[in-house]
């Protein structure tokens, strides 16, 4: 079956709304309005005020009630809106969610999801541009997916929701009017990295929002008859180190892709891991494709020119093999 | 002591691969020797040496590739002695690996790269990393190398690199060389173009009385005697010969004619006729002749790649009538002939007809003006009109 991205998404949470009368969705305009990105479009109807939260414009009051709610023993799914905004509730985040469970003793632990769109590419402008997976990804206490297929989108939800620890969800802004055939077997783990297409000379390491250029790049490098593989990360933390070495081990070669910015950035942590694990099956040196460390610029062009692009990504690949 | 550097073979160079060493440590060199080949996206090419000297130190090992003005060697002068042990000039670009210089003092080995896999496989493999040619990013010495290096058959040493520079790469190098000189003309070259119809039947007649009792290989060919006609012309009018060159013109004395050769794969090359104006006929043709040979065999030296002072093209053979041509940078005008043709032409108030061609000026319009180009046309015709002065 052929839905989109935002469906896939949509079904997951009817679900665990159906499923489980302990979740419950909440966040600025999820209700009446049906979700900024139309995510949870007819829900307030179906399952009512109580259980399709509208809040105020508070990110830091929103998610602290998530947090409580968890502890009293609820499966809140809170969505902030943008990562953007989530800046606002990082207290809430790294000091409360992450770490009650450090700070209790193990006595409590908080079952909550937190949803949130990310990444650049739809003419925000620098405020509302940000990809910050990597400061979420630094955080010990909370497990960080980035769902980048149909798939992934359908099927990360349940597990997340199952998992006792905060889990923070990023949705890259750009996926969601994305079409796919939805496989019979898309229930998933958020454990593992995967590689979402094969090949020997070289890894194309990315996720988010970047995986569909990746597969671009790889696509129209295939038909130079250079054969790349391209491996979405998924699960941003805790890394999952044996695929990446496993992948690099073979092709001897790295280019990872990553929009948020290159200093301090995922692409970063992953090519420390290569070079800690892989060193001496590296054939060249691993190369980064990272957003311009810049303001994310308003201007089409200069937006289009500031984020990894499937061109750039093809260069890199050319340089590191050096045809 | 002086430095050999890797000179500019024309404006579209910027890199080239060096292939092979002519001279050794040690060897006595003079002005105008060829001491090395040079790969460049165009040909390989015989570089020469403008200085007497005697070779203290090859810098560069065959099969790297450099940025034109790397330092390739250091000599002596006539008479210099070598400096002590150890006082080798610094000056190489870094990463460039030093090679054995038997008898030329301690050659200092700079690391070699060479990728951790490669170090390991070679290893495991006994294959000594030192012979090998690196393809990989930075000329690093990667899987593939030491893989390649122990098939059977595999070249054995860096000499026979020249072969792995297959000819589709060449051409697509080439193409990539011309579309950057011809883009930077049109881009930089504010250009005017003239034209002029010659009435050729008294060159023809001359040609054909100069020829007569000649054997086949020694007869004189029109596009010798248009060469030094524009010679000729140049010499009154010398703002069309020499470079632009940081925002000036360097006129050039002596005429160095860049010939447009087409190659038989695509692309083109245009070196030099040295000297075209002071030389007689015969020696042109014999001259000529030979470039064709060499530029199509791929083996030019190193002064007729960047010499030339002005360019002719000659696309008659192809049928066109005229030709309005892109000026080669840094030079300041290009001259071209069409097709030698029968045409109608009135001559003393009768309609006659008459073997003419189209000569064709194009010029940098920053170093001369039309009424300039006007009179170089004419003064070409009038030269073309008296063969025998030529």
């Not at chain 1, 798939?151 to 969800?169: E, T």
């Amino acid at each position: 079956m052929r839905i989109s991205y935002r469906e896939a998404m949509r079904q997951a949470l009817h679900d665990a709304l159906a499923s489980d009368p302990r979740v419950f969705l909440m966040g600025e305009d999820v209700g009446r309005y049906g979700g900024t990105y139309a995510v949870s479009k007819g829900f307030y109807d179906e399952f009512g005020p109580e259980r399709i939260r509208d809040t105020p414009l508070s990110e830091l009051g929103f998610v602290g009630a998530g947090i409580g709610a968890a502890l009293g023993g609820m499966r809140p799914i809170v969505e902030v809106m943008t990562v953007n905004f989530s800046l606002l509730a990082l207290d809430q985040i790294v000091n409360s969610a992450a770490l009650l469970r450090h700070m209790s003793g193990g006595q409590v632990s908080v079952p909550l999801v937190i949803r949130m769109a990310t990444g650049a590419g739809r003419q925000l402008a620098a405020q509302h541009s940000h990809s910050l997976e990597n400061w979420y990804a630094h955080i010990p206490g909370i497990r960080v997916l980035a769902p980048a297929t149909i798939a992934d989108a359908r099927g990360m939800l349940a597990p997340a929701l199952a998992d006792p620890d905060p889990v923070v969800m990023f949705e890259h802004a750009q996926l969601y009017n994305m079409e796919g055939k939805l496989p019979d077997n898309w229930q998933c783990d958020i454990e593992r990295a995967a590689i979402r297409r094969p090949g020997s000379q070289l890894s194309l390491i990315t996720y988010g929002g970047s995986l569909p250029k990746a597969l671009d790049a790889a696509a129209e490098l295939a038909r130079d008859g250079i054969d790349v593989e391209v491996v979405d990360l998924r699960v941003l933390r805790p890394l999952d180190t044996e695929t990446i070495a496993e992948s690099v081990s073979r092709t001897h070669r790295a280019v990872i892709v990553d929009e948020g910015w290159r200093s301090g950035s995922l692409a970063a942590e992953v090519m420390a891991r290569i070079v800690e694990n892989c060193f001496y099956d590296l054939d060249a040196p691993p190369v980064r494709v990272c957003s311009e460390e810049v303001p994310i610029p308003y201007a089409k062009h200069m937006e289009g020119a500031a984020l990894p692009q499937p061109a750039k990504i093809v260069a890199a690949v050319r340089e590191v093999l050096n045809v | 002591m002086f430095d050999f550097t890797l000179p500019s073979l024309g404006a579209d160079m910027d890199e080239g691969k060096l292939i092979e060493w002519k001279v050794k440590p040690g060897d006595a060199v003079s002005k105008g020797q060829v001491v090395a080949i040079v790969d460049t996206s165009k040909a390989a090419v015989d570089v020469e040496i403008w200085q007497d000297g005697v070779v203290h130190e090859l810098l560069i090992e065959p099969g790297e590739r450099i940025p034109v003005g790397t330092v390739l060697a250091t000599l002596l002068e006539p008479g210099e002695e070598a400096p002590p042990q150890g006082a080798a000039r610094g000056g190489r670009q870094a990463g460039a690996r030093a090679p054995a210089a038997p008898g030329a003092g301690a050659a200092e080995t700079a690391r070699l790269r060479i990728s951790p896999a490669a170090r390991k496989r070679a290893e495991a493999l006994g294959v000594d990393l030192a012979r090998l040619n690196g393809s990989g990013p930075g000329g690093a010495v990667t899987l593939a190398d030491v893989e390649v290096a122990v098939q059977p058959g595999a070249p054995k040493a860096p000499e026979a690199a020249p072969a792995a520079h297959p000819a589709a790469d060449r051409n697509a190098e080439m193409r990539r060389a011309i579309a950057a000189a011809m883009s930077r003309s049109k881009r930089e070259i504010p250009h005017y173009y003239l034209s002029e119809t010659i009435p050729m039947a008294r060159a023809q007649n001359w040609l054909t009385q100069a020829n007569e009792g000649r054997p086949i290989t020694e007869r004189l060919l029109m596009a010798v005697v248009q060469l030094k006609a524009v010679a000729a012309a140049l010499a009154q009018y010398p703002e069309m010969n020499g470079f632009f060159r940081d925002g000036r013109f360097e006129p050039v004395q002596a005429a160095h004619i860049g010939v447009a050769i087409s190659l038989r794969q695509g692309g083109l090359i245009a070196p030099a006729l040295h000297d075209v104006g002071s030389k007689p006929l015969d020696q042109l043709m014999r001259e000529l002749a030979d470039l064709v040979k060499r530029t199509r065999a791929g083996s030019l030296r190193s002064s007729e790649m960047s010499d030339p002072t002005i360019t002719v093209t000659n696309l008659g053979e192809q049928g066109v009538e005229t030709v309005m041509g892109v000026i080669y940078p840094p030079q300041v005008a290009l001259v071209g002939f069409g097709r030698i043709m029968e045409r109608p032409w009135v001559e003393d108030g009768a309609l006659v007809a008459l073997p003419t061609v189209v000569a064709s000026l194009a010029a940098d319009h920053r170093v001369s003006d039309g009424h300039r180009g006007a009179l170089f046309l004419a003064e070409l015709r009038e030269r073309l009109l008296r063969p025998e002065e030529l």
